[in-house]
C-alpha cells in the first residue's frame, strides 16, 4: 500500500508492504526498519532504525487527512493521502473548481483505452482514460467540463498509482 505523507509542506512516498517476516516500509524509496506500537489513543510509539519516537496525533476538525502531530516536543502539520481514495484523487485535481486539473491513476494497471484525445471537449464526469487492474477495467472520469489539453499515457502503458494519466483544462 502506498500512501503520500506530507510534513511540513515536504511531500515523501510512504510505501507498507505486508511481507513473511512482517511490515517492510520503504520512504522515499529507502527501505526503513520500522517497529510500531499505538501506545495510546492517538500516541504512535515508533523505532526507526533503532532510535524510538513517541508520536502525538491531533485530529482537526476539518477532515480526517490532515492533523498536527508532536515529535520530541515539536509540531508539525501533517497529511496523509491514499491515492486509491476518491478524497484524495479529488484534493490532487483540486475538485471541480477552476484551472487545470490532473486525472490520476487510483491504482497501478495498464492503460488499455484513451476515450477522449487531446484536444476533445469533455463534460464533468464523463470518460477520458481506461485503466485495467487485476482483470477489472476502471473508466478514468474528467472532474470538469473543459478540454483535454494533455493526455500524458499511451495504451498499453503500464502506470503507477497517483500516476498522471491526463490533464482537462
Same mark, same amino acid.
Given at each position: 500500500?502506498?500512501?503520500?505523507?506530507?510534513?511540513?509542506?515536504?511531500? !515523501?512516498?510512504?510505501?507498507?508492504?505486508?511481507?513473511?517476516? +512482517?511490515?517492510?516500509?520503504?520512504?522515499?524509496?529507502?527501505?526503513?526498519?520500522?517497529?510500531?506500537?499505538?501506545?495510546?489513543?492517538?500516541?504512535?510509539?515508533?523505532?526507526?532504525?533503532?532510535?524510538?519516537?513517541?508520536?502525538?496525533?491531533? /485530529?482537526?476538525?476539518?477532515?480526517?487527512? !490532515?492533523? !498536527?502531530?508532536?515529535?520530541?516536543?515539536?509540531?508539525?502539520?501533517?497529511?496523509?493521502?491514499?491515492?486509491?481514495?476518491?478524497?484524495?484523487? /479529488?484534493?490532487?485535481?483540486?475538485?471541480?473548481?477552476?484551472?487545470?486539473?490532473?486525472?490520476?491513476?487510483?491504482?497501478?494497471?495498464?492503460?488499455?483505452?484513451?476515450?477522449?484525445?487531446?484536444?476533445? !471537449?469533455? *463534460?464533468?464526469? /464523463? +470518460?477520458?482514460?481506461?485503466? *485495467?487492474?487485476? =482483470?477489472?477495467?476502471?473508466?478514468? =472520469?474528467?472532474? =470538469?467540463?473543459?478540454?483535454? /489539453?494533455?493526455?500524458?499515457?499511451?495504451?498499453?502503458?503500464?502506470?503507477?498509482? +497517483?500516476?498522471?494519466?491526463?490533464?482537462?483544462?
Amino acid at each position: 500500500m502506498t500512501y503520500e505523507v506530507t510534513i511540513d509542506g515536504k511531500l !515523501h512516498r510512504v510505501e507498507l508492504t505486508r511481507g513473511r517476516d +512482517g511490515l517492510a516500509v520503504t520512504i522515499d524509496g529507502k527501505p526503513v526498519a520500522v517497529d510500531a506500537v499505538l501506545a495510546e489513543r492517538d500516541v504512535l510509539s515508533l523505532l526507526v532504525d533503532g532510535r524510538s519516537y513517541d508520536i502525538k496525533r491531533e /485530529q482537526t476538525a476539518s477532515d480526517d487527512a !490532515h492533523m !498536527h502531530i508532536i515529535v520530541r516536543g515539536i509540531s508539525f502539520t501533517a497529511e496523509v493521502r491514499d491515492p486509491r481514495s476518491y478524497r484524495s484523487r /479529488q484534493a490532487a485535481t483540486g475538485g471541480a473548481a477552476s484551472g487545470p486539473k490532473k486525472l490520476v491513476s487510483p491504482m497501478p494497471g495498464k492503460v488499455v483505452r484513451i476515450l477522449a484525445p487531446a484536444g476533445t !471537449h469533455v *463534460e464533468a464526469g /464523463q +470518460g477520458v482514460v481506461v485503466v *485495467e487492474a487485476m =482483470k477489472m477495467q476502471n473508466e478514468i =472520469k474528467s472532474p =470538469k467540463a473543459g478540454v483535454v /489539453q494533455r493526455i500524458a499515457v499511451a495504451e498499453g502503458a503500464a502506470v503507477e498509482s +497517483g500516476a498522471i494519466l491526463a490533464i482537462v483544462e
